[in-house]
């Protein structure tokens, strides 16, 4: 598995992917994703700052599994950029992972308050942010994602 950072060219979110495939959805918007003109993109424009926050982020949430970390590195990129959907949206993806993840251990560890309470306060306070910053296509998506996610309770 060759791994490779690459920008999407529909949000410009830090993805990182595997060139062994050669397209794929982007985590944040949905949008379609060529590979080869992601890694070339991110040649091109290089990574400093708010990107690189983005990229840590997606690296933990992807590799390490360390959801806090990459929440962490999501509210400094937001402090960078306070409007950015992108960023929101991270941080709503790994409040999700936490919410289903002590969702699946049935009570081992108890989550405050009902799962679908739960639920339906990270989609009310990162979700909807960032769906109101996004673009409209991707604001779709986002509802997309919201159903599925209650869906799953």
């Known amino acids: 598995m060759k791994?490779?950072?690459?920008?999407?060219?529909n949000c410009g979110a830090c993805l990182i992917v595997?060139?062994?495939?050669?397209?794929g959805h982007c985590m944040y918007c949905g949008g379609e994703v060529i590979f080869e003109e992601a890694v070339?993109?991110?040649?091109?424009?290089?990574?400093?700052?708010?990107d690189s926050l983005m990229l840590s982020a997606q690296n933990e949430m992807d590799f390490g599994e360390d959801y806090?970390?990459?929440?962490?590195?999501?509210k400094q990129a937001l402090e960078i950029k306070p409007n950015d959907y992108r960023a929101s949206w991270g941080i709503f993806l790994c409040e999700m992972k936490a919410i289903i993840w002590h969702h699946n251990r049935k009570g081992f560890i108890k989550v405050p308050?009902?799962?679908?309470?739960c639920v339906?306060?990270?989609i009310n306070k990162y979700?909807?942010?960032a769906q109101r910053f996004a673009p409209s296509e991707t604001q779709e998506y986002y509802d997309e994602?919201?159903?599925?996610?209650l869906s799953q309770l």
């Open 120 to 122: 339906e306060n990270v």
């Open 113 to 117: 308050g009902d799962t679908r309470e």
């Open 68 to 74: 806090d970390k990459a929440k962490n590195y999501y």
């Open 3 to 9: 791994m490779q950072n690459a920008k999407c060219p």
């Open 145 to 149: 994602v919201f159903d599925y996610y």
């Open 18 to 23: 595997d060139m062994a495939a050669s397209m």
């Open 40 to 50: 070339e993109k991110v040649k091109v424009e290089g990574m400093v700052g708010f």
């Open 127 to 129: 979700g909807l942010r």
